[in-house]
């Protein structure tokens, strides 16, 4: 059958995730259940200004992810940092989350973390090129005793309180800008997803894909219409797009799966990065790399 490779519109890229999320609960029906949503919590200074921040994501199956914690660089090493896991954490448990993961590099602050209970489970070497990063996790279901930093002087000043999206907007930027005089971005964001299309323009497959400012690659999702697997099709619309990262100056690719799509990965070239046990309940996640 004739194929025709197409860019991904955001539209439908919306639709792939919606379709790999049906796939995955049918494999692994949610529970805990939890939904998909994205909370933002904020700390400001007398004058309503935001000094620190963190974004935390909900994700399936009773996972939160701490995707962004900035701290304004004059209001740190005085607890607010502590403060903010700490309210990312209760509302994680309060949304029937079991496990909270983040990602960090040696230029953040792991040690911060693991003083909270976080343990690496994966080790990303070169990655950012000429440094070195990890993913974190926390077991919310354990007794781990709460962390008070030595000097805590934040919380008698400070209150951590819901942000809005602009709030969130301002966290990111503060993030950016302190990452930035680290590991300088060598270009914008380059996307690559792509579709497949039959002789009558159905979708039968599609890669949500892109290059990030580093030179990293990620491939966030994979699908292929289930009459249409098996078959080699995206095998050979990964390596499409897989060519193009390459020649758009990407040195690898990231990913994540679970323990039952992670064959495909396999043999596609993906070696594992670290493993999440038990989650879903009863699987193993793992995060994976292929260098190219």
Request: overall charge negative; charged content about 30%; glycine content about 12%.
């Amino acid at each position: 059958m004739d194929f025709k490779t197409m860019p991904l519109t955001g539209e439908e890229e919306g639709l792939i995730e919606k379709k790999i999320i049906q796939y995955a609960d049918s494999m692994a029906p949610s529970f805990p259940h939890t939904e998909r949503e994205s909370l933002v919590f904020k700390a400001e200074d007398g004058e309503g200004k935001v000094i620190g921040g963190c974004v935390l994501s909900i994700c399936e199956w009773g996972r939160a992810v701490l995707a962004r914690l900035w701290v304004d660089g004059r209001h740190r090493h005085h607890g607010l940092g502590s403060m903010l896991i700490r309210a990312a954490e209760n509302t994680a448990r309060e949304k029937g989350c079991y496990y909270l993961c983040l990602g960090t590099a040696d230029y953040m602050a792991r040690p911060l973390y693991e003083k909270h209970g976080f343990r690496v489970f994966t080790v990303n070497r070169d990655i950012p090129e000429g440094h070195i990063s990890w993913s974190l996790s926390k077991r919310l279901d354990k007794g781990v005793p709460d962390y008070i930093p030595t000097d805590n002087t934040a919380a008698e000043r400070y209150h951590v309180g819901p942000g809005s999206e602009e709030d969130a907007e301002i966290i990111g930027r503060g993030l950016g800008t302190f990452c930035e005089e680290v590991v300088p971005g060598r270009h914008e964001y380059i996307p690559l997803s792509r579709k497949l299309v039959d002789a009558d323009g159905n979708l039968i497959a599609a890669v949500i894909c892109g290059v990030d400012e580093d030179d990293t690659a990620g491939m966030d999702g994979i699908w292929v219409e289930e009459r249409y697997r098996g078959q080699g099709i995206g095998t050979r619309l990964f390596g499409e797009v897989e060519h193009e990262a390459k020649e758009k100056g990407a040195y690898v690719i990231l990913s994540s799966c679970c323990d039952w799509v992670s064959g495909f990965f396999f043999r596609n070239g993906f070696t594992p990065r670290g493993e999440l046990e038990d989650y879903p309940k009863g699987h193993t996640a793992y995060e994976l790399e292929k260098r190219i």
